[in-house]
Nanobody, 123 residues
Framework: QVQLVESGGGLVQAGGSLRLSCVAS????????AGWFRQAPGKEREFVAT????????YYADSVKGRFTISRDNAKNTVYLQMNSLKPEDTAVYSC????????????????WGQGTQVTVSS
């Protein structure tokens, strides 16, 4: 079992930056791939970024490529999402997800989810 807790969300002006953290419980988190997803009001949840268990490979949605960076520190059981050049359309609840066997952008394939953290970008 893995439990995920996100933090770092908040209110920021357009063009600003935030760093989200996702802390996992469980000693085997270092063997899990992880991803970030987001859900804006009235919209379906969408993929943002994903990272392999080792951190050697990452993949991003086109909408955030070049602005967001996913990384992890397995010694701290933590996955990060550095968000730069934020836009009002980035406003959403951001959730992290993890899975031992899946790495990719399919929401349905992740077995573990956090509760989410709100990110609001003002214009």
């Amino acid at each position: 079992q893995v439990q995920l807790v996100e933090s770092g969300g908040g209110l920021v002006q357009a063009g600003g930056s935030l760093r989200l953290s996702c802390v996992a419980s469980g000693r085997t988190f270092s063997s899990y791939a992880a991803g970030w997803f987001r859900q804006a009001p009235g919209k379906e949840r969408e993929f943002v970024a994903t990272i392999t268990w080792s951190g050697s490979s990452t993949y991003y949605a086109d909408s955030v490529k070049g602005r967001f960076t996913i990384s992890r520190d397995n010694a701290k059981n933590t996955v990060y999402l550095q968000m730069n050049s934020l836009k009002p359309e980035d406003t959403a609840v951001y959730s992290c997800a993890a899975d031992r066997t899946y790495y990719g952008g399919s929401e349905k394939s992740y077995g573990y989810w956090g509760q989410g953290t709100q990110v609001t970008v003002s214009s």
